[in-house]
């Protein structure tokens, strides 16, 4: 993997500059990332990247190409440059496991480290988090109402082209079964899916001699696209071409649910009756719950879902919550929690621990924060059968627990997402705006 | 560069393994990338990332890893794998500068190759564009009601990590001066700021004594950010450590028309009436507006810049609008329009052409899109007093333009973008949902 160094804003490396000057650059801190709201008035959040995000800080590392631009363009001094040639995470990361639901204050991720090993992967976590948990949040939605049919993320085209390959893992944790995005394909061993667009169609003398070269080339099980001219006409062809063992038709335009129904009753004239719709047009989790009633096959999304429908950035921020005093391991001293008290921006310090109170029902009733502000460990015991434990610990040491990545760890919190979503009131699955369907207490 | 060869959805493969199948593959065709509406109402967009997507073009390449991985997961046959080991992009390509201004079918990209050459860029080339497009449309917005204050981009944190450093060019095409992000500085040579955040203050063990750091380290020129715990104090702290010689405050938080006027009061009663006043507080082109009467020296933007400000994809697609017979070279016949009549999908075949009608005021009224179906070649004369040819060669023979690459095509794409904004109609620039500034005109 590249170095991620860089991608980063500046004044990380700035204020390593000046707290290595100031002396305080070694001071024992603990950081954490929140969201101090869901977006778009939604019942709950997915929190997705986490996996990503550790592979992302073990690639974390300074080489010479980065020292020289540094060196060149003054960024910070030669004591910094030398720092930072040594620079490798060697504190330690708790988190919501990947795939778990959050709400507003709900502490997602905990570093604790020097300040400057934990200011100085601030961008870095918040770029990923707030993507990723952006895409899934959203992703989670379109599946719950594609109640159990097939839904793949075919967006890479609506986002920057390395984000899709991001976004394709984050819809597949939260639900999603398939990608079109063969590097998603690649880098993380998720299905792939996809077989022709208009342009084929388009490019054959006429829509039969395109038929009939995807059957040729795929066999009768393929998914022809029928809406290129008229959708009634491209059924017909279909049906002809590939016999009435074609595998499926899409459809990707029209107003669908009316469409839908007069491709179903076509179909089953044709004596089609095992042949599948597929549709695939601008839909998001409002369109896709309007189509509960409609014959729909599978659906697949584009646009809304890698652009968090709505909701581009998932609003985390990493803030400072506590320090320690400027001696080290033993001798640094109780945690001293700190806060920011700017206007509708106030955090709330010290170290937090977080549990989900689950009741006789094994439904979620509470997000409880627990503001310990001084050092007690992670984990303590609680009764286990009505509080869970959220925070997971991603990182030991500067080492990431193996579990959380690669192909592995986006299978995990695939199955984590799926276990959570059992535990939540089912009012979080109401589409309209309201208030997270929990409420984060604090004690 | 990496390959940049699976950012690519797998139905462009499968069409191409089909087309080889059929004999239609090496079809001589024209692909063209455009917009059928302006996101959001606008009433102009900017047309950001082709410099980006010329280079990532040449590092399409399918190198083992990718040819094993196909082949392994059977995406297509032994025959379309040869091919894609030689594939290298031979053909043309033409389009809108990049910078330059664009409307409602506007013909953004015209790429002319056989089928399977064209076809396989179709994802990477609306996933650059709609991106970077999106962001760069929105940063000018911003731009033009920053009434020349400085104006920085620093939202690396609100997307996906890579998307970040094309959003940081962009919004510099668009005019912005600089960006935090430290990649895109050492990547496209851009312009980077950025001193400190909250936790700098939170770190110390006052207020005082993070700025005490902050002034030892930078001297009295830095910018301290002065909102951690109380506006008033921490500007009257900032002057008494740095002296009235302070290069800046930065404000983050608040109803910002009626704190900034304070805290300019403060400074000038201090004496400190050089010091500047940079706001960073959830910005967007109407929180931009908004202050355009109150005495702000420089504005930071995040969120709403690298996120589109509501408009996170800038909706272009790529259709087959031409093509010709079998045979190749002189042989190959005449261009063939094609179109799709899907619903609301509706596209227009044939070579375009595209000119801005400019009136005797130097400004710009119509956007005409000459559509001439047959291989008339570009450019041809028209009177260039009143109309300005908008397509330009990039890829010749399939070798890219250098003047478009890199640092110096970013500079001339910013250079490109202050030209054109000249040239709009001054309705151009009111903030308000309404049509495009200018019609678009087929003849």
């Known amino acids: 993997m590249n170095s991620s160094a860089l991608l980063t804003d500046r004044y990380e490396l700035t204020m390593v500059d000046a707290a290595m000057q100031s002396g305080t650059a070694d001071r024992l801190c603990l950081f954490e990332a929140f969201a101090r709201r869901l977006p778009h008035g939604r019942r709950y959040g997915i929190v997705a990247g986490t996996g990503r995000l550790l592979e992302l800080i073990q690639a974390f590392r300074f080489e010479d190409s980065e020292l020289d631009w540094l060196r060149d363009h003054g960024v910070v001094r030669q004591p910094t440059l030398d720092w930072l040639a040594d620079y490798r995470f060697s504190g330690e990361i708790w988190g919501y496991q990947e795939g778990e639901a959050y709400f507003p204050g709900s502490p997602l991720l905990t570093v604790e480290s020097t300040f400057a090993e934990g200011v100085i992967l601030e961008t870095l976590i918040l770029s990923v988090l707030n ?28 986002t920057g082209e390395q984000s899709a390959v991001a976004a394709a893992r984050a819809a597949y944790i939260a639900g999603f079964d398939a990608t079109s995005n063969l590097e ?34 795929f066999g009768p099980g393929t998914t022809l696209l029928v809406d290129t001219y008229d959708i009634k006409t491209g059924v017909e062809l279909a049906v002809k071409v590939a016999g009435t063992e074609l595998g499926a038709v899409r459809i990707d335009s029209g107003d669908l649910p009316t469409v839908v129904a007069a491709v179903r009753d076509q179909l089953d004239s044709l004596g089609a009756v095992n042949t599948r719709i597929t549709v695939t047009s601008d839909l998001d989790e409002h369109t896709i719950a309007g189509l509960s009633g409609s014959p729909v096959d599978a659906y697949g999304v584009g646009t809304s879902v890698v652009t968090g429908s709505g909701a581009p950035a998932a609003g985390m921020v990493y803030k400072l919550v506590a320090h320690k005093g400027d001696g080290r391991g033993a001798d640094a001293g109780d945690w001293i929690p700190v806060a920011k008290a700017s206007v509708a921006k106030a955090s709330l310090g010290g170290r937090k621990r977080a549990l989900r109170r689950i009741d006789g029902t094994r439904t979620a ?34 080492v990431p627990d193996e ?9 995990l919190a695939r199955e984590h997402r799926a276990a959570v979503m059992q535990e939540l009131p089912i009012e979080a699955f109401r589409l309209g705006q309201g208030e997270p369907v929990i409420p984060t207490v604090y004690r």
Not at 186 to 201: N, S
């Open 365 to 398: 009733r509470e997000e409880i924060v627990d503001v310990q502000g001084t050092g007690i460990d992670l984990p303590v015991d609680l009764p286990s059968e009505s509080h869970r434990e959220l925070l997971v610990h991603l990182v030991n040491g500067g």
């Open 184 to 217: 998603a394909g690649r880098r993380w061993g998720l299905p792939t899916m996809g077989t022709a667009a208009h342009a084929f169609t388009l490019l054959h003398d006429s829509e039969e001699d395109a038929f009939r070269a995807q059957v040729a080339a």
């Open 131 to 158: 993507y990723d948990t952006s895409v899934a949040s959203a992703a989670a939605r379109m599946v719950s109402v594609a109640l159990g049919r097939p839904i793949a993320e075919m967006g890479s085209r609506r």
């Open 403 to 411: 579990r959380y990545l690669g192909h592995a760890g986006t299978v």
